[in-house]
């Protein structure tokens, strides 16, 4: 059975930085393919980053230069790097990977608030 369980989320003023982390419990066949989205109030779940199918990482437009994705292959982790946090940024950010990645369903992580203010 696999699961993800996410950590690192908080409360930072505008300009600050937070690091999420995602670690799988169970067997996976990569941490390729696995992503970050977030979602506010009554809007629809968007990606943020994914790490691709062959390692390399795509970033929503609204991040790129600000976040940065990360893998420990060793630790079956993901992370994302969250510098220059804007108010924007304010939600609740899940991990997921994609039943090509568990070789099952698809899976997310429970959520973790990301709060920037002012």
């Known amino acids: 059975q696999v699961s993800l369980v996410e950590s690192g989320g908080g409360w930072v003023q505008a300009g600050g930085s937070l690091r999420l982390s995602c670690a799988i419990s169970?067997?996976?066949?990569?941490?390729?393919?696995m992503g970050w989205y977030r979602q506010g109030p009554g809007t629809q779940r968007l990606l943020v980053a994914r790490?691709?199918?062959?390692?390399?990482?795509t970033y929503a437009d609204s991040v790129k230069g600000r976040f940065t994705i990360a893998k420990d292959t060793a630790k079956n982790t993901v992370y994302l790097q969250m510098d220059r946090l804007e108010p924007a940024d304010t939600n609740v950010y899940y991990c997921?990977?994609?039943?090509?990645?568990?070789?099952?369903?698809?899976?997310w992580g429970q959520g973790t608030q990301v709060t920037v203010s002012a």
């Open positions: 997921n990977a994609p039943s090509y990645v568990t070789g099952n369903r698809e899976l």
């Open positions: 169970g067997r996976i066949y990569s941490v390729d393919g």
């Open positions: 790490i691709t199918n062959c390692g390399s990482m």
